[in-house]
């Protein structure tokens, strides 16, 4: 495996949903484990667990739950479309794409499934609550970042990935499964299989319109 730059793997890594059926090796899961807790977090607890699912049987039920989740998903996005023009360039993206419902069908057959699990109780937050300010960004801040090192691991190793929070929808269902306790939530499903398309390069808004000098509004002179 030929190794890439650290600006190479964020230029190019992008959402992966078409797999071969090659296996992906215990230790590139260790690997891609391993940095996923070099992450930070809120007063560095940590709250970060996971469950490495390679079972075709239980890969297949949390494939079903998906792909309910993802017919109510998409339901939804045609119904915003009506007057939402953020929605309307996503299903204009599907269109010229062709629409996901390939990879919710497929998502059982992906090699390695790993749900990311927030262990409410290292962060004493049992639950989001509105009323205390900052906690909620804090408490999700507190796991994504170990999420975005997974994916990069995995471009580092050549492999695909996808951020998916699909499953959430049956979220009860897929905890009474695996035997997740009350106090875990399931923040993030990514399967991971050797791809059958290209990487990047990424589409995204030019850095440019996104930032302000000083204060809101002040963009900086061009030249
Ligand atoms: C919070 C969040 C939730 C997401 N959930 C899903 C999902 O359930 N299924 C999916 O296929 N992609 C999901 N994605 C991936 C996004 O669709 C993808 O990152 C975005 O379209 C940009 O595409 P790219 O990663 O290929 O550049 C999610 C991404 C984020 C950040």
Known sequence: MTEISLFEAIYTQRSIRKFTDEPVSEEAIAQILEAATKAPSAGNRQPWEFIVIRDPQTRQIIGD???????EYKARVLEQAKTLPAAREQVAR????GPPDAFAESLSTIPVLILVCLNREKLGVLHDDPEQPGQIPSTYAS????????????RGLGLGSVLTTLHCRYEQEIKALLGIPDHVQTVALIPIGHPAVRF?????IPVQQLTHYERWGARKEKG
């Open 65 to 71: 739950y998906y792909l309910k989740a993802f017919r």
């Open 94 to 97: 599907w269109e010229r794409r």
């Open 143 to 154: 796991i994504y970042p170990a999420v975005q090192n997974m994916l990069l691991a995995a």
């Open 200 to 204: 990047g390069p990424t589409t995204r």
